[in-house]
């Protein structure tokens, strides 16, 4: 095995993530400082963002048996460390009140961002298990972090020992495979998955799929999601819900859809996602109906858009499945982070819970207007009106599902369905934004919100919302770049 | 020129949010400002174009102006905009009622002006786009983004009603209702471009592109179903009617105004243009039925207007009545009733505006819009009664004034057509005197509930009425210009059915 110079430059985002995690331990071992560190932080996040430049002119490529750097991996990476900065700013502007050590969540999110951009890379379940640990362990830290909320602590230990149980499921998953298959690169799996797959082959699937369906907390594995979104502190909940679920899906897009085509035609396998993503769409919007609690409702609003993006994936084909995934996922994280973004900036560590109660947004528009505006907007965009990037998203969900014959029409149904039950709770926290306050408000964002970083981080998502609301081609180029695929020997 | 039609009121919007920071006039006048200029483009676009020269063959657009940029390639998505007589009509409707809308609320709305006039001004740019947008996914976004607005308007400043429910349940229902169904003309609109997709190989939205699309019969009857429910429920059509009186009653006057004036309108407007000249086999066989809901629209609106307490649930269920002459009237795809449709159209954004201005002016001085405490109101205050009073008099179709004009040509088309429902319909003018009458009995005469006297019109009301009542008497006098600027366009629609049917409908 020799590694060439292009192969490492293929895999400069990731090497440049570690990189970071290294030099952010350093910078802290020399000086303890908040703004120090998490400038390296960001900086380094930055480096590895624009890094992907220089992978793209390399690609496709594959770097050992593990790792394929091709379009997708790097659209994907890209995705994750945006999202990862886009978690990092709110946690600056979130944790700065913290009265125990700050500086280690940088720690936790370059090294979870690592993880997330391996599993983006993978082709290989050896090295699906590892970036989904990597990933997975410095989350758990991250969850309770601010581990002096009962809640926090809480959200932690459930995530970890569900978490836990999910990868060994998923592990003796994999062994199963291995067991009949006896290789364990994605395209000799989806070379051995034929139409009518052997018992072994389908029960390892399956427990396979459990785990990642897990970690995406599709129904009906979701039950930690509002419980876990609710526990940590708001940044890392932004954190959760985009950057650690798109690795997650990308993974599951490359090993069923790219690298085992047939996994498509083999009908238990598209009958579960089938019937997961319809659940999922029906299950998240139901529960959510509800909520008084908005990370709660963002959590469930999630089981929800992940069903649709399932969906989107299965029945897109050639022509839409895998542009649609990523123009949808994108527009889904950068509205995710403007929602938990405002959640943010009105919250502090250090107050005995966040900022995410219903009650707390009362009248929120005519105390700080901008601000009330984002989150309706990211609301809108995430109930998917037009005029708001979610409005594209959805509209490759129903492209592609028209187009689709008999699964998309079912699919279908669970859409219209889903999304109008959906607009009931995504107008009652609208609504509540512009309503009269009854009682003294408890939380509030500071009055220069829009200065610091965490603020200018959202106002930039409100203006992507808007902007590629209207004007969606820029996206939908990028997201073609993911057509630019390895091709499986 | 087209593009200024949708934007000035979305400038102007926005120019009225920030201007609340230099009191809660300026936000008025701004609005104010930008609705008469929407107006004065749309009259000069009326007056620079001969509508009816535009002599066209079925299944053609001749479009007076038009203006196409490419925005979404990928999809074969255009900013598309082009006019014809249709939408001029409803262009000039819709910024008249803007103008009255931003009138009526100037004392009404007090709280959080700017804003509102934000909410305000965007549907109008929003129905300004639906009413110009000739891409379907132009239509489309122009149609959803209609209801947010809307939703806000009606949540934020609406009243509490006669019966306690509250004004955000009934936004909310407004636009579950609204956008499930919208939901439904998405998956219809994509439907119909995947078709023509398979066909011709181009991915297109375009409305004249799309008119070529040739389809199965059971397909064609499963989109136009989505497109017609979509429109339906907007209309409304009887069984998906409940959303209309909730929102109205809870609607602040201007809201109550467009909702009637313009919102409903859209939703015919779409039928016209998109569900039958998209679908001409399809609608022809669903006509009978259309028609039947129809005449159940205007029954059932009348039976229950009549027995409604809240003055403004009232005007709601006669809306409902008299849409109903507009459905039965579009769907006999004879070329004098559609005629009709276009002055019923008209006269009713018109007259149901001025019952809902009136209503709002009661409530102002009242603070009540319960008709059982009302009364006797003839011997309170000048001005009001008897303008009421024509304006019930329009809703009941006196002869003489624009709703006659519409409702006695639905009718004689549809006489041709299908003389039962015709019969059936007709009932509808009679129940119209009784609600109407009712709502005149209830309101002003009797015993009087108190001797204080209440405060008069003013000037600025006394205007907007006059100018209502202009143009409701102008339409009952002289509605040639009107007719002869949607006649072209008529035509040709009822042209397509013609030649698309084997069986000549009128027998």
């Known amino acids: 095995m020799t590694f060439t110079l292009e192969n490492l430059q293929a895999l400069l985002p990731l090497l440049i993530t570690c990189a970071t995690t290294i030099f952010v331990m350093l910078a802290i071992a020399i000086k303890r400082n908040h703004w120090w560190n998490a400038t390296v932080t960001v900086i380094g996040l930055n480096i590895a963002l624009l890094s992907s430049y220089y992978a793209l002119k390399v690609i496709p490529q594959t770097v050992t048996p593990l790792f394929v750097v091709d379009g997708f991996s790097l659209f994907f990476s890209g995705l994750i460390l945006i999202a990862a900065l886009g978690a990092t700013t709110l946690t600056n502007a979130y944790i700065e009140s913290f009265k125990r050590n700050r500086e280690e969540i940088y720690l936790l999110i370059t090294i979870a961002t690592a993880g997330g951009i391996v599993l983006s890379f993978s082709h290989h379940m050896a090295s699906l298990f590892i970036g989904l640990e990597m990933m997975s362990v410095a989350l758990y830290g991250m ?332 996206l939908m180029f990028i997201a073609q770049l993911t057509q630019l695929l390895w091709v499986a020997q | 020129m087209l593009t200024w039609l949708i934007l000035i009121p979305f400038i102007g919007g926005l120019l009225s949010w920030q201007a609340e920071r230099f009191g809660s006039k300026a936000p008025r006048w701004i609005a104010l400002f930008s609705m008469i200029l929407l107006f004065a483009c749309t009259l000069n676009l009326w007056l620079k174009y001969d509508y009816s020269l535009a002599n066209l063959s079925a299944g053609q657009s001749v479009w007076a102006e038009e203006f196409q940029v490419n925005w979404i390639p990928r999809f074969g998505i255009s900013f598309h905009l082009a006019l014809d007589g249709l939408s001029i009509l409803m262009l000039l409707l819709t910024a008249f009622l803007g103008v009255l809308a931003v009138v009526c609320s100037w004392t009404e709305v007090k709280r959080k002006v700017g804003f509102f006039h934000l909410n305000l001004l965007w549907i109008l740019g929003a129905v300004a786009g639906v009413f110009l947008a000739m891409d379907m996914f132009l239509f489309f976004f122009f149609w959803e983004m209609m209801l947010i607005p809307m939703y806000f308007l009606i949540s934020l400043w609406g009243h509490k009603a006669v019966d306690g429910k509250g004004r955000v349940e009934a936004a909310t229902k407004f636009f579950i209702y609204t956008q499930s169904s919208g939901l439904l003309l998405l998956l219809a609109i994509i439907g119909l471009v995947f078709v023509h997709y398979m066909q011709t190989d181009v991915l297109t939205f375009d409305y004249a592109d799309l008119r070529n699309t040739q389809m199965s019969a059971s397909l064609e009857m499963i989109l136009m179903l989505g497109f017609f429910i979509a429109f339906a429920v907007k209309f409304p059509v009887v069984p998906f009617h409940s959303w209309l009186p909730d929102a109205h009653s809870q609607a602040p006057t201007a809201g109550s105004v467009d909702l009637a004036g313009i919102l409903l309108k859209t939703a015919a407007y779409g039928m016209l243009r998109f569900a039958i000249p998209f679908f001409p086999n399809a609608s022809q066989e669903i006509a009978p039925l259309a028609m039947w809901l129809g005449v159940a629209g205007i029954i059932y609106g009348a039976f229950v207007a009549y027995s409604q307490d809240d003055i403004k649930r009232m005007i709601a269920y006669t809306s409902i009545s008299h849409m109903g002459f507009v459905l039965i009237g579009i769907y006999s795809f004879n070329q004098i009733a559609m005629q009709g449709v276009v002055v019923q159209m008209l006269a009713h954004g018109i007259s149901a505006a001025g019952l809902f201005i009136i209503s709002g002016q009661l409530y102002e001085r009242l603070k009540t819009r319960d008709l059982n405490k009302m009364g006797g109101l003839s011997s309170r205050m000048s001005g009001i009664p008897p303008i009421a009073m024509f304006f019930a008099a329009a809703s009941l179709g006196l002869p003489g004034l624009g709703n006659f004009v519409g409702e006695f040509l639905i009718l004689v088309g549809v006489f041709k057509v299908d003389m039962v429902v015709a019969l059936f319909a007709t009932s509808g003018l009679v129940l119209g005197a009784v609600y109407s009458l009712i709502l005149v009995q209830r309101s002003l005469h009797g015993p009087a509930q108190s001797n204080e006297p209440l405060a008069g019109i003013n000037a600025r009301e006394l205007t907007m009425m006059l100018s209502l009542i202009f143009i409701l008497v102008w339409l009952g006098l002289y509605p040639q210009p009107v007719l002869d600027t949607s006649a072209a366009v008529m035509n040709s629609i009822g042209q397509l059915i013609t030649s698309s049917q084997s069986i000549p409908a009128a027998q």
């Not at chain 1, 009931?424 to 009269?436: D, E, M, Q």
């Open chain 1, 143 to 474: 969850v309770a972090y601010t581990y002096d909320r009962a809640r926090s602590l809480e959200a932690a230990i459930k995530y970890l020992v569900l978490s836990a149980t999910a990868s060994a499921i998923m592990l003796f998953g994999i062994a199963l495979i291995y067991a009949q298959i006896g290789s364990l690169a994605f395209s000799e799996i989806g070379a051995g998955i034929t139409q009518e797959p052997s018992l072994l082959i389908v029960v390892g699937g399956m427990m396979l799929l459990i785990g990642l369906f897990f970690k995406l907390s599709l129904a009906p594995f979701h039950l930690w999601t509002p419980d876990v979104y609710e526990g940590a502190p708001a940044p890392v909940g932004a954190f959760l819900a985009t950057a650690a679920k798109v690795a997650v899906f990308a993974v599951l897009v490359r090993f069923a859809i790219l690298e085992s085509n047939s996994v498509l035609a083999s009908t238990p396998f598209v009958i579960t996602l089938i019937v997961v993503a319809c659940i999922s769409m029906m299950v998240g919007n139901l529960l959510a109906l509800k909520q008084n609690n908005i990370k709660r409702m963002l959590g469930y609003s999630s089981i929800a858009h992940f069903g649709y993006l399932l969906l989107l994936v299965l029945v897109g084909g050639q022509k839409f499945g895998i542009e649609g995934f990523a123009v949808y996922l994108t527009i889904y994280v950068i509205t995710s982070l403007a929602a938990f973004g405002v959640v943010t900036l009105m919250s502090q560590a250090d107050g005995k819970r966040d900022a995410d109660m219903l009650s707390d947004y009362r009248g929120l528009f005519w105390r700080r207007p901008y601000l009330a505006s984002i989150f309706t907007l990211s609301l809108f965009s995430l109930a998917g009106i037009p005029l708001t990037a979610g409005f594209i998203g959805k509209f490759y969900v129903v492209t592609a599902a028209v187009g689709a014959g008999f699964w998309g029409w079912i699919g279908l149904i669970f859409v219209v369905l889903g999304s109008s039950i959906g607009i009931f709770f995504y107008l009652r926290t609208i609504i509540s934004l512009f309503l009269a306050k009854k009682h003294m408000h408890r939380f509030d964002a500071e009055i220069n919100w829009g200065q610091r970083t965490g603020g200018i981080m959202v106002l930039g998502a409100a203006a992507f919302i808007l902007v590629i609301g209207i004007i969606p081609n820029p």
